[in-house]
């Protein structure tokens, strides 16, 4: 293990978070729609700049997309092959046929999608839920994945911080249609600021563009029949995990990630505690910390560059870049 530090760079609310740089970073991608028995995947892909390039799959948090990704998506762009989906019920994702919101669920979405592909294993990333999400799809499908970097992943904190507590209450029954009465006066732009300000460690950082262009998107999500439900039994699905003991435990899973792991923490995080980096680096058997003191909760739409110069000293150290 290995902790660097970088310094830094230029309410609870259900959320998309923001694309920080979307109008940039979405040139040169495109979108397309998976079909699979039982669920439909849109998938985000930025062309490798050159052929040979091992696959990266990225997958988001909780109200997130596969938008999320695509600033670092770009800055890998000359390392990985990368692809970001969007997970079921969210971004461009219909809900699942069967309903089913669970973190096992949402794992069983990624393997479906890589054992269909075909391009495992892959440098697998997961920022938040995703975090979760892919630490149990490392631990129970090891060669699907190459190397595995997480975000702020949603592990279980026994002291969750003040400002993280509500998005656990929306787990609980009625809790979004209270949220949502209370909130029905809000418009797009005030939903976006409570979601910068829960996420971003900067929230100034974003430029006007980009702020328009994320309230567009909110927009879009907002106008979708399946958005507070799948939100609300996705986050419902989250603190299910964390009750789970034995071997489907997510602290006793990541014990058994055999991939080398980069841990990606934002000092300024509202969501998942900076205390819980190192238990993290502890755990994960085979791990390197990057802090970023200034980050929030998504370090890799704040800091793309300090996120990707990490990945590639992980890629340079363990060998695991090469063909």
Known sequence: MSSTEQPGAATAAPFE???????????????????LPGLTLSVRRRPAAREGLHPALYVHGLGGSSLNWSLLMRELADTVDGEALDLPGFGHSPPPDDGDYSLSGHARAVIRHLDASGRGPVHLFGNSLG?????RVAAVRPDLVRTLTLVSPALPELRPQRTAIP???????????????????????????EVLTLCYG??????PEDFR???EEYERRLALPHFWDSLARSARGLVNAYTLGGQHALWRQAERVLAPTLLVYGGRDLLVSFRMARRAART????????????????????????A???????????????
Do not use: K, N
């Not at 975090?131 to 630490?135: E, K, L, R």
């Not at 110069?309 to 063909?323: E, I, Y």
């Open 131 to 135: 975090g979760a999400v892919v630490t």
């Open 284 to 307: 994960f058997r085979d791990s390197r910390l990057l802090v970023l003191p200034d980050a929030g909760h998504v370090a890799m739409m704040e800091y793309p560059e300090a996120v």
């Open 202 to 207: 900067d929230p100034s950082a974003v430029a």
């Open 17 to 35: 978070v923001p694309p920080h740089g979307r109008a940039r970073a979405v040139e040169g991608e495109d979108l397309r729609s998976v079909s």
């Open 167 to 193: 998005i656990g209450l929306l787990a609980m029954p009625g809790a979004v249609a209270l949220y949502h009465r209370m909130t029905r006066h809000w418009t797009a732009e005030r939903r976006t600021r």
């Open 309 to 323: 110069d990490a990945f590639r000293d992980l890629l340079g150290d363990t060998d695991t870049g090469r063909g």
């Open 213 to 215: 262009a994320a309230v």
